[in-house]
């Protein structure tokens, strides 16, 4: 069974960056997919981002597209997003997710394992 842990959440002010880390255990991420989800309080949880096992095909929402990166290493079994130029409206709970997918590819709507996400705050 894989597991999913985030990391790299916290506080900054509008602006300034912060990259998040999703480590795979229980399974080797070289054969899924990873998304990054986020959820503000009272909106639903929306896609941010998402690549294929391969570390092709990222696909971004438009909120994000331009300031946000995804990527990952499979060496050390985990995925990243890189966040720059964040803005308040940024603020959320944000949740890596996986899809085994080993053709590549990448779908917000398919994912079967989650993290239990790490809070992102962006304020003055």
């Known amino acids: 069974q894989l597991q999913l842990v985030e990391s790299g959440g916290g506080w900054v002010q509008p602006g300034e960056s912060l990259q998040l880390s999703c480590v795979g255990s229980?399974?080797?991420?070289?054969?899924?997919?990873i998304a990054w989800f986020r959820q503000a309080p009272g909106k639903e949880r929306e896609g941010v981002s998402c690549?294929?096992?391969?570390?092709?095909?990222?696909i971004y929402s438009e909120a994000v597209k331009g300031r946000f990166t995804v990527f990952k290493h499979n060496t050390k079994n985990t995925a990243y997003l890189r966040m720059t130029n964040l803005k308040p409206e940024d603020t959320a709970v944000y949740f890596c997710a996986a899809e085994r997918r080993p053709g590549g590819g990448c779908s917000f709507g398919n994912m079967n394992y989650w993290g239990k996400g790490t809070q992102v705050t962006i304020s003055s």
């Open positions: 690549i294929g096992n391969n570390g092709g095909n990222a």
């Open positions: 229980g399974r080797i991420l070289d054969d899924y997919a």
